[in-house]
C-alpha cells in the first residue's frame, strides 16, 4: 500500500476511534491498484476521493495527506 494511503486510512482511523482493519474496505470506494499505481508513477500527482464520510486528497506532493470529514 502507498504510503499516503496508509496516513490517510490510519488517520481516519484515529478520528473514528477504531483499528484501520475496522474501517470499511477503501476498495468499495476506489479502485486501489489504480489509486497505488497513479501514485507511484507519477509523484507529483494530486488524487482526490471521497472514502467512509471523508474527503481525501493525495498530492501533489508525495508526502501531502489531506483528510476533510464531511458533513454528516
Do not use: C, Q
Request: hydrophobic share 45%; aromatic share 6%.
Amino acid at each position: 500500500m502507498h504510503p499516503a494511503i496508509a496516513t490517510a486510512l490510519t488517520y481516519i482511523a484515529a478520528r473514528e476511534d477504531r483499528a484501520v482493519t475496522g474501517l470499511p474496505p477503501l476498495s468499495e470506494a476506489v479502485d486501489t491498484e489504480a489509486l497505488a499505481a497513479v501514485l507511484e508513477s507519477n509523484p507529483t500527482a494530486t488524487v482526490r476521493f471521497e472514502y467512509a464520510g471523508y474527503r481525501i486528497v493525495l498530492g501533489p506532493d508525495p508526502d501531502a495527506v489531506t483528510v476533510i470529514e464531511r458533513d454528516r
